[in-house]
């Protein structure tokens, strides 16, 4: 399966290869920053949105007593 970029190329993964250690493969600096950004941008709106949910429960809470 292959991913078409705006450019209209297929995107690639930087993937280096250490003949002296076959058995590890390591993903490029690039690949790692995309990973770690899209992990930051999918945790940070769950965590507003926790934060929210426990605000409305705070107030839910105060309410009743």
Known sequence: MSTRA?????????????PADP???????????????????????GGVLLAGVALVAVGLVALVI
Request: hydrophobic fraction near 35%.
């Open 23 to 45: 058995e590890t493969t390591k993903i490029g600096r690039r690949t790692t920053g995309q990973l770690v950004l899209g992990t930051v941008l999918i945790l940070l709106p």
């Open 6 to 18: 705006r450019t209209g190329g297929a995107e690639r993964a930087e993937i280096t290869y250490d």
